[in-house]
């Protein structure tokens, strides 16, 4: 029996992986997309999830460190810095292929397929694994957020982790495991089946991302605001910034970012990845801890992609988590959890809430500038 099976190779999955092996378990990822995963993200990693990867022993992926979080609306403007250390602005490809390459040198197995069924079985849990590889991957890029350029992921990549690891064939078997992690995203599909989803009230809220080919301007995340939806703009690379637009509403991409004229006029360069969508952003979670099985990542419950901590609260999560299952405690982890998370649950809730009335939502910038230190305590404590 292994000691620990990982539904689901994101950052989340990965990192639950290698902590669990470094804490002396037996780790195996299930994942169906063939390494590196792309993802629609904002691709801003906070200062403490950087530090949570170099805890992990993962090498820092190519990237752009971003010393702050800046703010816009129109003319006004208002920014703050982070006091430990700057973040890092990085392409999800190149986050995976670092995490992968750590689980590969800890002896990780990535197994090729989708958790499907799983059922709890004596002093573990049995989980059915069906398909191979999954190059069309629909959940995370819906053709209708997505418009004409819908992205698949590249073909390729199983050398990611390796030619010792298990092909295809293995798909389709019955695993055992002690515990099961359920790391498998926003729409978790295992979280469902085991009826752990609630409803959620309020607009559904939706995230496109696409990058262009040009050289930074700022060494900030910029967050520009506009009425109906905000833009983010991460630099990624010395020639290459990420543009997500976060809204309620359906939109194409170039619809939304046609609200930022000042935006747009700076992306002067071709685009150089496909749009990709997710949403809605907003799951909400009955409990994370079900018997043995755990709910790690955006499976664990998500506000919205508007601060943009997700990653960083997936890796410190993850580290939460096995400790739990270190000391024979597994139902720690949703208080564990709750502790990691609640700042930045609230502070996007509100953000998110205030966005919902346009008489508020115009004040968001004017009232950060007006209070500085308020701002900056807010992005100090998400960072
Ligand atoms: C528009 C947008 C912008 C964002 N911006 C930022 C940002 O700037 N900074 C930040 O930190 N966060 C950001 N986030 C959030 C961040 O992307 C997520 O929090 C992060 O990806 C969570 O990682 P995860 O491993 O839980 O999920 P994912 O990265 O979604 O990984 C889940 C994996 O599970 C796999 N899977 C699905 N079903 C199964 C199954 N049945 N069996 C096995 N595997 C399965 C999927 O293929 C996938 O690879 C943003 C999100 C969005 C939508």
């Known amino acids: 029996m292994i000691d620990v099976l990982v539904a689901g190779g994101g950052p989340a999955g990965l990192a639950t992986a290698i902590n669990a092996a470094l804490a002396g378990m037996e780790a195996v990822v299930v994942e169906p997309r063939p390494g590196p995963v792309d993802k629609a993200c904002g691709e801003g990693l906070m200062p403490t999830g950087a530090a949570a990867l170099a805890d992990l022993g993962v090498a820092v992926p190519d990237g752009r460190p971003f010393r702050g979080i800046r703010y816009v609306d129109g003319p006004q403007r208002v920014q703050a810095e982070f006091r430990d250390g700057p973040g890092l602005g990085v ?163 170039d619809e939304h970012l046609a609200r930022f004229p000042d935006l747009l006029a700076r992306l002067d360069g071709p685009p150089a990845t496909p749009v990709r969508g997710a949403g809605p952003l907003r799951q909400r979670v009955r409990r994370r801890v079900a018997g043995r099985i755990l709910l790690v990542g955006d499976a664990a419950g998500y506000v919205d992609a508007l601060t943009g901590e997700g990653i960083s609260l997936a890796l410190l999560s993850a580290r939460a988590l096995v400790g739990c299952l270190m000391v024979g405690r597994p139902e720690e982890y949703e208080n564990a959890w709750r502790r990691l998370s609640w700042r930045s649950r609230l502070l996007t809730a509100a953000l998110v809430r205030a966005r919902r009335h346009p008489p508020a939502a115009r004040m968001i910038v004017p009232a950060a500038r007006r209070l500085p230190a308020v701002f900056g305590a807010a992005v100090r404590s998400l960072a």
């Open 91 to 253: 392409r999800r490809t190149a986050l995976h292929t670092a995490l992968a390459h750590r689980a590969r040198d800890l002896g990780i197995r990535v197994v090729p397929g989708r958790v499907d069924a799983v059922h709890a079985a004596g002093e573990g849990v049995r989980a059915h694994v069906t398909g191979g590889p999954d190059l069309s991957a629909p959940e995370l890029c819906a053709p209708e957020l997505c418009g004409p350029e819908l992205g698949r992921p590249e073909l390729g990549g199983s050398a990611l982790y390796g030619p010792e690891l298990p092909g295809p064939e293995l798909c389709g078997r019955e695993f055992g495991a002690r515990w099961l992690v359920a790391a498998d995203g926003l729409h978790s599909p295992i979280r469902a089946r085991l009826g752990l989803d609630l409803a959620s009230r309020g607009p559904r809220r939706y995230g496109l991302r696409r990058h262009y080919r040009i050289a930074p301007w700022t060494d900030f995340v910029e967050v520009h605001w506009a009425p109906g939806g905000e833009a983010y703009v991460t630099p990624v690379g010395d020639d290459l910034v990420g543009v997500a637009v976060l809204s309620s509403e359906r939109r194409t991409y």
